[in-house]
């Protein structure tokens, strides 16, 4: 058994600075030979009967917004017609950029009396198809509202515009003494109104939950113009429907949201990060059992990495792990407010997961940057997966104790198909597993036939959701019956058809075309 190494002894050398989520799109572009669109990879979304851009169009949008904030070249608007796997890729003509409320007001007010359909977008960091367009949707980008209008550090509130970077954020927030309550990998170009609208998880939600938690309030454009203020900012208000949270995770369906109020807890004073090694599954689940019970209020996150993950960020990346070869490693970060404290409970819950022979080998740190360094390995997994050519993505939430189980099943699906990777990492903490299909290039066949239906068919019989924090966007509305009644999702189309008579609002997405 090894002896898992001191916060003095560690040093971790020669990583690579993070590389945020746009430039990981140019490298992934370059390597690609063409797009397909999206009406191609799949023929059976017909185009809605909704009003073709035209001239006239186009000088309205330019006149209210001037024509620097209406972009019509084609390169222009061509990284807004995909997403940045590049999985999806709409034909867009236009793309435009308001400033505030009220443009986008004007805009959604226009575009409802002319039945022009609208994709509104924010970093463009999904994963699903809901942030681009299906066909030639005006593309409504939100990265111009990017102003903070308000922090209050006593009660530690955050009142913004829905373009805001979160990385932004989180840094601004730094300075009260504050902090988003939200961590994500696509954090430097991921937007909080796209957070929001597909109700993000991320490494975090272990400590802080969900934004339906974290939301306090938020403005909203709907799809005739009107503005709806629910921008509150108490932490509680028993006084009717909560209409805010119609609107989160609803993936811009039901309304634009324009500005958010968020709570945002105290930034933690003591943060120490542990990377441990395990042999096995059944290791991974006793080490999180023991992190809870030692580490109970300081725990703030426990990810699952396993080998193949680990590989290709070595392989691809070239950031080495700083301890030997194990099937799967477990990243458990701790959070408080005084280190001492926080260190002795943390070398218990070491002391008793070795003496246990449930952990083998690892490593702790508190310092900043070999912190910032460790974390690379499980967020650059998804860039470094890229590398191997195309990539199926699956985020999907699971009872802890089957968490993994589908991969091995996976792997043996598929075999003898083209798939040459089959991987899984993501928040053991909370549930929600990745799974990572790699093959040398794209099958539709495959993803129709074979992935797809056996991937959320299994979710659902182990009483799974088929989407754990990404949203439903355009690629899984076929399957929204795996984790939703019949009775639930005509209540869905019916506030849609309430809110969005027209259907101009993000079309094709989130509900079931059928």
């Not at 020669?14 to 989520?21: A, D, Q, S, T, Y």
């Not at 790699?438 to 989407?467: C, H, M, R, T």
Request: overall charge negative.
């Amino acid at each position: 058994m090894k002896k898992i190494l001191s916060v003095t002894q560690f040093l971790l050398n020669g990583l690579r600075k993070h590389e945020n989520i746009r430039c990981l799109h140019t490298g992934y572009i370059s390597h690609q030979k063409q797009f397909v669109l999206t009406k191609d990879r799949y023929p059976h979304i017909k185009r809605g009967n909704y009003t073709e851009l035209n001239d006239n169009h186009v000088k309205f949008f330019k006149d209210l917004l001037g024509s620097d904030r209406v972009l019509t070249d084609p390169n222009d608007v061509q990284p807004y017609n995909t997403d940045w796997i590049k999985m999806v890729c709409g034909y867009s003509r236009i793309v435009l950029k308001p400033k505030t409320t009220e443009e986008i007001s004007n805009i959604l007010k226009f575009c409802n009396k002319e039945k022009l359909a609208v994709c509104p977008q924010g970093g463009n960091t999904g994963l699903v198809g809901g942030s681009v367009p299906v066909f030639d949707e005006i593309v409504l980008s939100m990265s111009l509202m990017n102003k903070i209008i308000n922090i209050n550090e006593l009660s530690g509130t955050l009142v913004c515009e829905a373009g805001c970077v979160l990385e932004t954020l989180d840094q601004e927030l730094e300075k009260h003494n504050l902090m988003m309550p939200l961590d994500l990998g696509a954090k430097g170009s991921c937007q909080i109104g796209g957070n929001i609208s597909t109700n993000a998880g991320g490494l975090r939600f272990l400590r802080y939950g969900s934004l339906q938690g974290n939301v306090l309030g938020v403005e909203v454009v709907l799809a005739n113009g009107e503005v709806l203020d629910c921008l509150n900012v108490l932490k509680k208000d028993n006084t009717g429907f909560h209409l805010r949270h119609l609107f989160i995770g609803s993936e811009g369906t039901l309304g634009i949201v324009t500005k958010a109020a968020l709570q945002c807890p105290p930034r933690p004073k003591s943060i120490i990060l542990a990377f441990l090694g395990v042999e096995d599954f059944e290791s991974v689940l006793s080490t999180l059992k023991l992190a809870k019970e030692q580490l109970s209020e300081t725990l703030s996150s426990c990810e699952l990495i396993d080998a193949p993950s680990l590989d290709a960020v070595n392989k691809y990346l070239g950031i080495k792990s700083p301890i030997d070869e194990f099937p799967f490693y477990v990243l458990i970060e701790t959070s408080g407010s005084d280190v001492n404290h926080d260190e002795e409970k943390l070398n218990v819950f070491l002391d008793k997961a070795m003496t246990r022979g449930i952990v083998i080998d690892g490593i702790v740190t508190n310092e900043p940057s070999k912190m910032q360094n460790i974390w690379q390995l499980r967020e650059r997994i998804a860039e470094a997966l890229l590398h191997t050519g195309a990539v199926y993505k699956y985020d999907v939430s699971l009872p802890v104790q089957h968490f993994y189980e589908i991969v091995p099943l996976l792997q043996n699906e598929l075999k003898d198909t083209s798939a040459t990777v089959v991987t899984g990492y993501g928040h053991i903490g909370d549930g929600n597993l990745h799974v990572n299909i790699a093959a040398e290039e794209y099958d539709q066949d495959l993803v129709n036939n074979v992935i797809e239906p056996f991937v959320f068919k299994w979710v659902s019989e182990k009483k799974g959701s088929i989407s754990a924090e990404h949203g439903i966007g355009l690629k899984k509305t076929e399957f929204l019956h795996y984790s939703k009644t019949p009775e639930a999702i005509s209540l869905m189309k019916k506030l849609k058809n309430l809110f969005d008579p027209s259907g101009i609002l993000n079309p094709y997405k989130v509900l079931p075309l059928h």
